[in-house]
């Protein structure tokens, strides 16, 4: 059997809506990732785990991928208790600011791909 994340079913609707309001930063990274472009790993976006939702998720990574607007600032200790969290459930969480995204796709993309190639045989059962 397959890892199975669970979550808390109440958050479906919020990530519908999330994944259907996503910011230019979201879709940019987003068209990088669907469809198994990094490395044939598959990724799902607005994905609820436990009682979050995090932006990127893979699961035989078992990987999360989160940016942080702007106004992110006010949040930084939420995302701490948060990224604990997830850090527990044995998911690793890689963090860009919505700046770098925008800005900077390449070293994003590298970042991610890095990640993959020094922890893939980790996490894959």
Known sequence: MGKVIYYNPKLKELARRLRNES?????????????????????????????YIVDFFCLDLMLAIEIDGSTHGDKIENDKVRQKRLENLGIRVLRFSDMEVKQNMDSVLERISDWIKENADRYLF
């Not at 979201?26 to 785990?49: A, C, S, T």
């Open 23 to 51: 910011t230019l930063s979201e879709v940019l990274l987003w068209n990088q990732l669907k469809r198994g472009q990094m490395h044939n790993y598959d990724f799902n976006r607005q994905k609820p785990i436990d009682n």
